[in-house]
């Protein structure tokens, strides 16, 4: 190969070399853009799926309990002022809470793992709310004791149920972002020696063209 690129002319030398570096600098710059594209695509899908779902999560989580705290709060609640404010704030609590559900629902990709979880969810929520219908028996009926003893035996267990249910989907969610940064990792460690291995061909390349006409411009 190195006799018969001896052979060529001057004028044909350099169009070979400048050739050869042109699809180098081509190679490179398809190889550095396919990279972006990638890094694009991870960051893309931390950014509008997994780190926007996680928020929602935290922010359904927090609700749940606001809607078990003040729950609570309507069974000791004893003047007529302190059961209007506590109702309010459950009923704005429980529309805040099946508001920020239902974004997280819409925001869902088709991944069966992750709607089969977020199923598990929805379900362990409809349990607790329709238990806890027999609470709101109990407290119109003006039966305190027994609305107090339901809410801290049978409905402290199905809540319990529900923040185990609740729990493992977040986990999922944080695995998922744990996955992604780990991709991108290893995407960048790959393109980094990928870049630099293709600039070590390219170097003595370089050297030897330039060496080349020189000697023969000599």
Request: glycine share 6%; aromatic share 10%.
């Amino acid at each position: 190969m190195l006799q018969k690129i001896q052979s060529f002319s001057v004028r044909m030398r350099a169009l070979f070399f400048a050739s050869v570096l042109m699809l180098l600098l081509v190679g490179l710059g398809l190889f550095s853009v396919s990279r972006l594209d990638s890094f694009h695509a991870l960051l893309s899908q931390m950014g509008t799926h997994w780190a926007p779902g996680l928020q929602e999560l935290n922010e359904v989580g927090a609700n749940s309990e606001r809607y078990r705290n003040l729950q609570n709060l309507t069974l000791v609640a004893k003047t007529a002022a302190q059961k209007e404010s506590v109702h309010r704030r459950f009923l704005y609590v429980r529309d805040l809470r099946a508001a920020g559900w239902a974004r997280h629902l819409l925001s869902l990709k088709n991944v069966p793992e992750q709607k089969k979880q977020a199923e598990m969810v929805e379900a362990a929520w409809d349990d607790y709310l329709k238990l806890s219908e027999t609470l709101t028996a109990f407290h119109l009926a003006g039966q305190t004791g027994e609305a107090l003893a339901f809410s801290n035996n049978e409905l402290q267990q199905c809540m319990d149920k529900y923040r185990a249910v609740f729990r493992e989907y977040v986990n999922f969610y944080i695995e998922g972002v744990q996955i992604a940064a780990a991709k991108g990792e290893t995407l960048y460690a790959e393109t980094r020696l990928q870049i630099i291995a293709l600039l070590i061909f390219a170097i003595p390349l370089c050297l030897l063209g330039g060496l080349s006409l020189s000697v023969l411009w000599a």
